[in-house]
DNA sequence: GAAATAGTGTCTTTAAGACAGTATGTG
DNA sequence: CACATACTGTCTTAAAGACACTATTTC
């Protein structure tokens, strides 16, 4: 028997950690950032950010901290999504996972990308809220295997987004600081993995209060420009991890 | 160093439970099942029946396995709610609790009603899916304290609900084998806390497809007796844990 | 002016709410 | 038969989808 799951056995008790499933937009696809593993087990696959909890340690700053550590990211969208506790899911031992997922707009992601840590693009097989496990495609389109129950993870992920962004303002996070309507609804698009009405889109968006028009328009495109909006944050609508 | 081996040596670990929020309708109301707590802390209050979690126990099994101990209930609905962690919540040390919340008949629950276990009333402060604590009522309507965060467990749990009833079939695991469509309403009304169009209640169930006709009538009533349906509960419907 | 998307107005379709009226049991 | 609730049919209302038409920018 190998000495780390030696180590292991030797507690009563499963231990804890925090995994974030980090969703980004790209080319009006859904990507996620992972870490390429180099070490046992699952040498070689894609894994998401994740690590220990703290005792005296919150579970959101625990989750913010894994991004800080691993992605230099700071100040994003994060939200705790689902623990996973299945005993054959680290082979080390018994490692339950608390889930978060998180959501930043790409602009904010061009740095932390490096050699260990890519963006692939998420090819969800369901096209309902039925979840299962989804794929991870490179850039060429070529599936990268994922390392433990992070397919899971990144399943359950896109099946929250997906029962959630009809009535919970979560589109935004995935855009800059203004955007225009046609953008928002390509995010919900890209989400839900369908077209969608544009004019039941404009109408529902514009009635529901959560817009705010900034007067300017957007440029550089060779059509009549949209306008900007910006997201109105209400005093009930979540908060960001620093 | 070997991340393992890092937490172990390095920094202490929270501590891992579970802890079941179940809940019942009696007299068109909804209450939780909670146990009378004798010890330190929180010595005399109500709280929710937990545990630990062991080593390569998976998690629904550890909610069931609690069900069984302190409440000699089996095979109910269970489904997680939410990974509470907060490092004060428990006075003793830090104990990060993954909360399940659990339906069940309020026939099932006769027998295990005794000294340290009782229905307690739920009063839901709020009226929309906001969240927050909510508090419980003995018979005589007097508020009785919960301990650690178990107010706040079942204000999620409320809270999950009221998110839940319009499209998922949770409604069901609250009544008996067969029912008729006034009681399946009163269970929504129930959740929800306001009422509902009887009318389109009606229609909306009955063009559901979850339900099935029994053929059977109800009976003992002054009026005219009702058809009695049964839940159609098809492959992608959530299942009990024994 | 051509091209392309933004934005407006209106008709149709669909589901919920309202409500009148009929059906069927008990006492 | 009175009464109470079950059930049915239809009108109204609100929101989504469809689509025609106008507006505004770049090239």
Redesign the pocket.
Known sequence: MEPVRQALDTFRHPHLTVDVALLTLRQGALHALLLRRREHPFAGTFTLPGGFVREHEPLATAAARVLAEKCDLHDVFLEQLFTFGAPDRDPRGHVVSVAYYALVPHERLHTAIGDDLDLLRLDVPWHDTSGGPIRALDALGTEQPLGFDHAEILGTTMQRLRGKIDYAPVGFELLGETF???QLLEVHEAVLGRK?????????LL?SGLLQETGD?E?E???????LYRFLRSNTNPARLA
């Open positions: 225009t309507l046609l969608l009405n544009k004019d039941s889109f404009r109408r529902r009635a328009h440029g495109v060779a059509h009549r420009p949209a306008a």
